[in-house]
């Protein structure tokens, strides 16, 4: 495994990074996403993808998806702070990974193709109530 550097357009202040790492495999000269990113729309969970990084700083500008692997990708922002131990666990119990950027009460949440999609509806409508944020940066999911 290795982590794949992409640049990232700042736009009135967010994201608070210019670069994102995202852990990816090496597959037949290509790369495979081994985490759901936090800041790069367009790749998910196990996605294949190709890229040629910038020979000045190393960093990927431009990327193609070869093979969409099928799951979505979705952003929570906890202004709050909130409690979400709870939510957590409730999108473990649907198989979905979640990973946070403490410092920025961002979460990024890879949604598996096979997911209960009602019930997660269910579970992003009941915690939007609460305070939390949703953004959808890679769905794939069709009902």
């Known amino acids: 495994m290795e982590k794949v550097v992409f640049a990232i357009n700042i736009e009135n202040g967010w994201p608070p990074v210019s670069a994102e790492g995202v852990w ?11 985490n759901a990113p936090f800041f ?23 990327f193609e998806v070869i093979e969409e692997s099928g799951n979505s990708v979705v952003w929570l922002l906890n202004n709050d702070r909130l409690d979400i131990s709870i939510f957590i666990e409730e999108l473990t119990s649907l198989n979905c990974r979640i990973e946070g950027f403490p410092q920025f009460s961002l979460y990024s949440i890879d949604v598996p193709s096979t997911i209960d999609l009602p019930a997660f509806d269910r579970l992003v409508a009941h915690w939007e109530v609460t305070g939390l944020h949703f953004a959808y940066p890679t769905w794939r999911i069709k009902e």
Do not use: H, K, M, T
């Not at 990816?24 to 081994?34: A, I, L, P, S």
């Not at 790749?43 to 020979?55: C, E, H, T, W």
């Open 40 to 62: 790069v729309e367009g790749l998910a969970f196990g996605d294949i993808f190709s890229a040629v990084p910038d020979p000045v700083n190393d960093q990927i500008f431009q």
């Open 24 to 34: 990816c495999e090496r597959v037949d000269g290509n790369y495979r996403v081994v």
